[in-house]
T-cell receptor, first 109, second 119 residues
Framework: RKEVEQDPGPFNVPEGATVAFNCTYS??????FFWYRQDCRKEPKLLMS???SGNEDGRFTAQLNRASQYISLLIRDSKLSDSATYLC??????????FGPGTRLSVLP | GAVVSQHPSWVICKSGTSVKIECRSL??????MFWYRQFPKQSLMLMAT?????????EQGVEKDKFLINHASLTLSTLTVTSAHPEDSSFYIC???????????????FGQGTRLTVV
């Protein structure tokens, strides 16, 4: 089993749609969680950290369920510019980041 | 956010030659740098972790004699692909972090990536 797994995708949604990405991780000792966004042929960029209480940043909402070892990202009112690959990233304390395989999103006009 | 500069952004080289990729942290001291490789439509795979002033730790299956990593200062790490072959063609990305004290657990900052094509 992979350490971090994500929805296989791709997700093709119309502008304005709400889309949710799911991620599960296997290492119960993981302590930090992030969503990164990667555009084609570019480096990953931090979208948001994920906190136990859940957190929201504009149209983006991230949630963490430690008991189920599950992380989610919700994007509301999708924009064309949201088209990218979304990477779930998990880290144990002070250790390396482990990247999920990513879920590709295409927002269509 | 912090800035990590990676150079070159792309390189084409002949099979059998060596290529050096630089990763610099511009506005913070990176105690640890990570080197990743990403093949098309795949996720980032960690190749090695380097701590300033010590030898790099390589992931299983990564040849340390082929991918030479040097992390001589807190702001610079280099990855040298020696005797490159077409199968080494990939997108290489570095990541820098300051893992001292309260900085542990914080986000990583990535270089812009280097697209290597070996012909």
């Amino acid at each position: 089993r992979k350490e971090v797994e994500q929805d296989p995708g791709p997700f093709n949604v119309p502008e304005g749609a709400t889309v949710a990405f799911n991620c599960t991780y296997s290492n119960s000792a993981s302590q930090s969680f992030f969503w990164y966004r990667q555009d084609c042929r570019k480096e990953p960029k931090l979208l948001m950290s994920v906190y136990s209480s859940g957190n929201e940043d504009g149209r983006f909402t991230a949630q963490l369920n430690r008991a189920s070892q599950y992380i989610s990202l919700l994007i509301r009112d999708s924009k064309l510019s949201d088209s990218a690959t979304y990477l779930c990233v998990v880290m144990s304390y002070g250790q390396n980041f482990v990247f999920g395989p990513g879920t590709r999103l295409s927002v269509l006009p | 956010g912090a800035v990590v500069s990676q150079h070159p952004s792309w390189v084409i080289c002949k099979s059998g030659t060596s290529v050096k990729i630089e990763c610099r942290s511009l506005d913070f001291q990176a105690t640890t740098m990570f080197w990743y490789r990403q093949f098309p439509k795949q996720s980032l795979m960690l190749m090695a972790t380097s701590n300033e002033g010590s030898k790099a730790t390589y992931e299983q299956g990564v040849e340390k004699d082929k991918f030479l990593i040097n992390h001589a200062s807190l702001t610079l790490s280099t990855l040298t692909v020696t005797s490159a072959h077409p199968e080494d063609s990939s997108f290489y990305i570095c990541s820098a972090r300051d893992l001292r004290g309260s900085n542990r657990g914080t986000e990583a900052f990535f270089g812009q990536g280097t697209r290597l094509t070996v012909v």
